[in-house]
């Protein structure tokens, strides 16, 4: 573990200041909902409680608030809170995802260093980590219960398992999709947990009942308190399916069409294709040494265990977003936002499994085949990222985004 920090300090502490660099001359991007967190954090420090322009806040659970309205006693200024929260969250969050990989591969430093490149060329996680938006926050605490609960199945520590529980519920209280992760915990405290039936049950409810109860306890509140100013209400959308598919086409464009400028609709099309091509055909080629990996590893590895948090938790989480999304009114969109868990939360299980492929393989044409396609990918991530970086500095985070989805009037400019 000692190199990994060493590898981490190296890495994590630059990944903070680059936040901080690139936000110095304007500030981080602000959106409606970031004014709505300003507001509430700032009531919380004059005494006035979770509230925005007098009316309680529901809509939004109070964890990103509260922690806004910690760190502006240190600051005594929000905005400028938000912006070292933000640097500390990316340093965290990529030593978080580093770490997770670190664990589920035995140590293995290249798919550390691959993970920590793929992290910081990542457009879309470092654009929401130039935002005041409670995504970073959410994602550290569900990374750190996800490594926590992990380590307690292997080694049963109590100390562990109470830690992860207090950020699972801390995790709610920054996002409500945080209650789409309480489940899956709870199966797979059952299922891979160590020790007999008796006390992995015992374990499972215990870890329900500590995650859950804070979160329980405040939605009871916000019903007591009346709607203020939430207005989500159950009723079916019959548009919806068309709606997502709508959305997840747009969520293709920001992660991928605008990234490399492909506007032709067959253009899309073909290169959406041959990626879904070659994903399928290195899936099947991998698999099976993927299983026979697993198999020579035992049930009860890390490897397992991370990837199955990771795995159960975006089959949840996307679940709840799909359901929120077709029974429930005044629903956020399904944006690249939302989506941005579901992409970091893969990155370990993906990488696991090609690690896990390729060291039974143990064939240098395919990992040199690999290697060469991920390298392709970082050099054209790190373009596009060094770019954005480049215009964020000069014109602002939110200039710089708008362009990164116009690509031609960002040539014009």
């Not at 006390?199 to 215990?206: E, K, S, T, V």
Request: contains cysteine; glycine residues 8%.
């Amino acid at each position: 573990m000692g190199k990994f920090w060493i590898i981490a300090g190296i890495f994590g502490i630059p990944a903070s200041l680059l936040i901080l660099f690139i936000t110095a001359p304007f500030g981080p991007a602000i959106s409606p909902d970031s004014v709505v967190y300003l507001g509430a954090a700032e009531n919380i420090l004059n005494g006035k409680g979770y509230t925005h322009r007098d009316e309680p806040v529901t809509h939004f659970p109070p964890g990103y608030s509260l922690v806004l309205a910690g760190l502006g006693l240190l600051t005594k200024n929000l905005v400028e809170s938000g912006r070292v929260l933000n640097a500390l969250l990316f340093g965290i969050n990529l030593t978080l995802i580093a770490l997770m990989v670190y664990l589920s591969t035995s140590g293995n430093l290249l798919t550390t260093a691959v993970t920590i490149a793929l992290f910081l060329t990542s457009l879309p996680i470092l654009i929401y980590h130039l935002r005041l938006a409670s995504e970073p926050l959410f994602i550290a605490l569900s990374l750190g219960a996800i490594i926590l609960f992990s380590l307690h199945a292997v080694g049963t520590k109590l100390c562990l398992f109470i830690a992860a529980a207090i950020l699972l519920s801390f995790a709610s209280l920054t996002r409500y999709a945080g209650v789409s992760l309480l489940l899956p915990t709870a199966f797979l405290l059952f299922k891979l947990g160590k020790g007999t039936i008796k006390q992995r049950i015992r374990n499972a409810l215990l870890g329900l009942v500590i995650s859950a109860t804070p979160v329980a306890l405040w939605l009871f509140k916000t019903t007591q308190t009346g709607p203020g100013i939430a207005k989500r209400t159950l009723r079916f959308n019959p548009d919806s399916l068309s709606y997502i598919r709508n959305q997840l086409t747009r969520g293709l464009d920001d992660l991928i069409f605008s990234s490399l400028f492909l506007k032709s609709p067959w253009l899309r099309w073909t290169v959406l294709t041959l990626i879904a091509t070659l994903a399928l055909t290195i899936f099947a080629h991998f698999y099976p040494h993927f299983r026979t990996g697993i198999k020579k590893i035992g049930g009860g590895s890390l490897t397992k265990i991370v990837s199955s948090f990771c795995i159960l938790g975006c089959i949840s989480y996307l679940t709840l977003l799909l359901f929120t999304i077709i029974f429930v009114k005044g629903s956020p969109p399904l944006d690249t936002r939302l989506l941005l868990p579901v992409l970091i939360f893969l990155i370990t299980p993906v990488i696991s499994f090609f690690w896990l492929g390729s060291e039974t393989l143990k064939t240098p044409l395919v990992r040199y085949g690999f290697g060469l396609l991920l390298s392709l990918i970082l050099v054209v991530n790190g373009f596009n990222t060094a770019r954005f970086i480049k215009n964020a500095r000069k014109n602002g985070v939110s200039a710089a985004s708008y362009w990164l989805l116009n690509p031609k009037e960002f040539i014009s400019h």
